[in-house]
């Protein structure tokens, strides 16, 4: 079956530092690889996607490349801020489950000053 | 545009009981999906529908029923509450051309005594 693997958290940074999240996944054929992102009291938010190996998903300056040899799917991001503090989940959609993610457990990440 | 809403925001039901989550959107989705939320497990799927009448299981299914009679609006009842249930329902909805970019309401705080 599919499943989705997120690195442990939670991850606590200060303003300004480099962030990666890694995410690595198990499914059948070629998936679509997706990161969520979800902020306190919210629902979650699609942050930035990729469907084929190779792709490099970007949004509000964050980035992950779909990496097919060592299916993986790191979350990075060069510079973080306070407002970045949330919990990021990493999913994925494959082959004929229409509409159906599989998600990972989500990780906490909190930035501060 | 509302976007997804749902009520209540949060709940206290007394095992045995019965209750309707409702889920609302705005935005003439075909797809949409209810999950539940429990900490360390990520997001797992309870039920989804591709379009009014046409409803189907997801990965945790026993102890939910949907019906989807718009496209509009897609309840999820409990049909008699334990203290498993004790969870975060998120109700999601997603075009068809792009069934994996989902949006997602703010969620239902559910604790079953």
């Known amino acids: 079956g599919n499943s989705v693997t997120q690195m442990e958290g939670p991850v606590t940074l200060s303003e300004e530092a480099f962030l990666t999240i890694n995410c690595t996944y198990t499914a059948t054929g070629y998936p679509s690889l997706f990161w969520y992102v979800q902020y306190p009291g919210e629902g979650l938010q699609l942050l930035l996607k990729a469907t084929k190996a190779d792709d490099k998903g970007s949004n509000k300056g964050f980035e992950a490349t779909y990496r097919k040899e060592t299916t993986s799917f790191h979350l990075e991001k060069g510079s973080v801020q306070v407002s970045d503090s949330a919990v990021y989940f990493c999913a994925l959609s494959a082959g004929t489950s229409y509409g159906k993610l599989t998600f990972g457990q989500g990780t906490i990440l909190t930035v501060h000053p | 545009n509302a976007g997804v809403t749902q009520t209540p925001k949060f709940q206290v039901l007394k095992t045995g009981q019965s209750m309707t989550l409702q889920c609302a959107q705005d935005?003439?989705?075909?797809?949409m999906s209810w999950y539940r939320q429990d900490p360390g497990m990520g997001l797992r799927l309870i039920h989804y529908s591709v379009g009014a009448g046409i409803t189907d299981q997801g990965e945790v299914p026993n102890g939910y029923n949907v019906s989807r009679s718009t496209t509009e609006d897609f309840p999820l009842r409990l049909l008699s509450a334990a203290p498993s249930q004790t969870s975060v329902y998120f109700c999601a909805s997603s075009p068809n051309d792009k069934p994996y970019e989902q949006y997602f309401g703010p969620g239902t705080r559910l604790t079953v005594t």
């Open positions: 935005m003439n989705h075909e797809y």
